[in-house]
Nanobody, 121 residues
């Protein structure tokens, strides 16, 4: 069974950092691009970062320069290092498969339960 499980969320003050983890199972991570999405209260789920199977990385403008996506194929893990967090980063964060190559992805599938990130001001 293909599964993505997110972890690492929590409560942090503005300016702080968190590292989210996405544990993959049931498939070969080497062959897959993986995206991080988030859904803030009252807003639609949005893609914020993506890493291609070749390791190319993509970020939405609101997180560029603050977030870093990485992958460890040997451990079947994808990470999202989040620095200089802002209250507007508060959301549930998910990892998922993009339905198109990272640079064109707008739809995703098979996200997990998500992990809550709350940034206080």
């Amino acid at each position: 069974e293909v599964q993505l499980v997110e972890s690492g969320g929590g409560l942090v003050r503005a300016g702080g950092s968190l590292r989210l983890s996405c544990a993959a199972s049931g498939f070969t991570l080497d062959d897959s691009a993986i995206a991080w999405l988030r859904q803030a209260p009252g807003k639609e789920r949005e893609g914020i970062s993506c890493i291609s199977r070749d390791g190319d990385t993509y970020y939405t403008d609101s997180v560029k320069g603050r977030f870093t996506i990485s992958r460890d194929n040997a451990e079947n893990m994808v990470y999202l290092q989040m620095n200089n967090l802002k209250p507007e980063d508060t959301a549930v964060y998910y990892c998922a498969f993009p339905l198109a190559p990272c640079e064109h992805a707008t739809e995703y599938h098979d996200w997990g339960q998500g992990t809550q990130v709350t940034v206080s001001s």
